[in-house]
């Protein structure tokens, strides 16, 4: 991907974190959230209170669309379409915790308090229909030797030719 012609849109975005790694890698940044206030310019971008489904309309071909621990805010119709209008741009990138049996007891009870109620299998992104998975990492993050976060990174690319 060159650098300097694509843009991050990075949905979900909390205080913009993100905004500095576009920065670093020469792409222009656009963050949504619905707990954003107001908008908000930053260095590389904007910062504009606009959720999942309305940010839909801005995607452009240029675009790498992250969500960095959101989709599990997300319920199922509310995903599907931005994964769908997702298609439209250049990459996805998404980083999330997932349920699985496996899960040490005590990521499972932090789950079950997340305010995130939509946690998803790893299975549910191995394959994202409209996609080639380029990417796809499960890791655990631990706390004192714990694995208290079951959690993966995916990097999809959309299938040009289903489109
Ligand atoms: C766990 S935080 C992640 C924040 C940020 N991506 C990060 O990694 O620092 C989840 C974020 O998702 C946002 N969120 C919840 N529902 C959303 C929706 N329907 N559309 C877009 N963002 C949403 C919340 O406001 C919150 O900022």
């Known amino acids: 991907m060159d650098t ?30 619905p707990a954003a206030r107001r908008s908000k310019l930053l260095s590389g971008g904007r ?21 960095n621990g959101v989709a599990h805010h997300l319920d199922d119709e509310t995903l599907q379409g931005l994964l769908n209008a997702a298609r439209r741009c250049t990459a996805l990138l998404i980083c999330d915790h997932r349920t699985e049996q496996a899960n040490h007891a005590l990521n499972r009870l932090l789950q079950r308090y ?27 993050i631990k706390w004192l030797g714990l694995p208290v976060w079951s959690y993966f990174t995916g990097l999809y690319r959309p299938d040009r030719s289903e489109s």
């Open 4 to 33: 300097g012609t694509h843009r991050m849109v990075d949905v979900g975005c909390g205080p913009g974190w993100l905004s500095r790694l576009a920065a670093s890698l020469q792409y222009r940044y656009l963050g949504v959230d």
């Open 47 to 67: 910062i504009e209170p606009l959720d999942a489904d309305a940010v839909q309309q801005e995607l452009q071909p240029t675009d790498i669309l992250v969500l």
């Open 114 to 140: 997340d305010r995130g109620k939509y946690i998803r299998p790893l299975t549910f992104f191995s394959h994202l229909q409209g996609y080639s998975t380029m990417h796809l990492d499960p890791f655990e």
